[in-house]
């Protein structure tokens, strides 16, 4: 079965500070890939998504920047955090034959930007 | 745009009462829809789909049926337990620059307590 990781679970950062999440899925290939941002009181908010490797669109202009340097590993970074970045970020995986259009969600990330 | 207006919370429920969150949506095509719930401190968790008109989703006793005419997408439950609190959203699939990804536009979530 499919399981998708991120770390760290919680991060807590100084204001310009550089910045790296990792997301990971194992059990399937050639997955789609997606961070989201929930901040609070804010909904969800995607960021970025993937459909291979090397391949990052992204939909909301900002602070970061994202990259797929392997097939089911996907990386959020920022050169410089602002305090604006803080949330919880949300990686998804989708793309398995049998139930495209579904994504599945990682457990997240909390950060905090002092 | 494709958009997801839920019911305001928080709902707060007594154990075994019945549960409905509304769900409307505004959307070009035919699109799938979702409910995912979020306990405290994690990630989403898929609840139930449905892909196409007149099909019910439904998972561990919640349940939604996907209506068309109404361009909606209701979630229901008979009898709510404590651990149901959480927050749920509803969402919808919309594609994504037709590069075979998909966007989920979501609703701002709807939190539940249950009280015993």
Redesign the interface.
């Known amino acids: 079965s499919q399981t998708i990781h ?1 770390w760290p679970a919680t991060l807590v950062q100084p204001v310009g500070s550089p910045l790296s999440l990792e997301c990971t899925v194992e059990g399937t290939s050639n997955p ?1 890939l ?1 961070w989201y941002r929930q901040a609070a009181g804010r ?2 908010q ?1 960021l970025f ?1 993937s ?1 291979g490797i090397g391949q990052i ?1 992204s ?1 909301v202009p900002q602070n970061l920047s994202a990259s797929r340097p392997q097939d089911r590993q996907f990386i959020l970074s920022s050169k410089k955090l602002l305090l604006s970045d803080s949330g919880f970020y ?1 990686c ?1 995986w ?2 398995d034959s049998a139930i ?9 990330t ?1 950060l905090t930007v002092l | 745009g494709d958009s997801v207006t839920q019911m305001e919370g928080p709902v707060t429920l007594s154990e075994e009462a019945f549960l409905t969150i509304n769900c409307t949506y505004t959307a070009t095509g035919y699109p799938s829809l979702f409910w995912y719930v979020q306990y405290p401190g994690e990630g989403l968790q898929l609840l139930l789909k449905a892909t196409k008109a007149d099909d019910k989703g439904s998972n561990k006793g919640f349940e939604a049926t996907y209506r068309k005419e109404t361009t909606s997408f209701h979630l229901e439950k008979g009898s709510v337990q404590v651990s149901d609190s959480a927050v749920y959203f509803c969402a919808l699939s919309g594609s994504l620059s037709g590069a075979g990804s998909y966007q989920l536009t979501f609703g701002k979530g709807t939190k539940l307590s249950v009280i015993p």
């Open positions: 991120q789609n997606y909904g969800l995607l998504y459909v669109s939909e949300l998804a989708e793309g495209t259009d579904t994504q599945y969600f990682g457990p997240g909390r």
